[in-house]
């Protein structure tokens, strides 16, 4: 890792895979002495003009890993994500050392079960909490929905849920208590339907058993404005609370990167 003179890093870039015309993921070389929570992001990018062009990316790998992986979406013209779709082996991208972020076990409550809802790009934080022994320690249950457009786009998620069994101190952690729920809304697949559709519907109830239930649920929820928007009011209708770092509660959001 060598340190820029504003704070910045450079990072090597290790693997790029892309997994869709408009997703990829890249794993970087671990900063030394980096510590995070599973679920933060930090501010990554390139230098565009001599300037550094960062955006805020989730960190998709849990903390206690070697790999630092970015599952990021390719936008036609997107400031940053047109350059970094084009990231080769060997290339360093820009780093700030500084992880934030609300989708951590830390700003939630205990609880049974916990809820991941994301859309697209917007499960990174959660293929890290997903992985990360603490969340099992906290939950019995961790429940994993993700909506995509279409099959293909699922494939990361399934990946990084399939990795779990490969490995054996994880799997036995994890054991039976994490289900993956990947949803499509435009090309038909095992379950269709955006989930805020599923939880004004019986399409919930009848798939997962019982309603969402502030006094034992506890939900993260990462995508788009419109999904958050939509997310948040369903779940202050049924009595949840938000949380914070500093003020746990019993829901949290974040908005998935978007350009
Ligand atoms: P849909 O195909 O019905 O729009 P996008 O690529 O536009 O970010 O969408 C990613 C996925 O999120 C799509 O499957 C899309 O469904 C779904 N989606 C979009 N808006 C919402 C919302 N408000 N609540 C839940 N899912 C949403």
Redo the contacts with the bound molecule.
Sequence with gaps: MQKESDGLHRLEVLKVKHWTSSTFSFLCVRPANFRFRSGEFVMIGLESDNKPLLRAYSIASPNWHEEFEFYSIKVENGPLTSKLQCLNEGDNILFRNKPVGTLVNDALLRGKRLFLFS??TGIAPFTSVIRDPETYEKFDEVILFQ???HKNELEYGKSIVESISKDEILSEIVNDKLRFIPT???EPSQYTG???SWLKSKRFVEEIGSDLDPSEDRAMIC??N??LN?FKEICLEKGFKEGSNSSPGQFVIEKAFVD
Excluded: H, V
Aim: hydrophobic share 20%.
């Design positions: 859309t697209g909506t995509c457009r499509t809304t435009r955006r989930i805020t995508g788009s419109a999904m939509e």
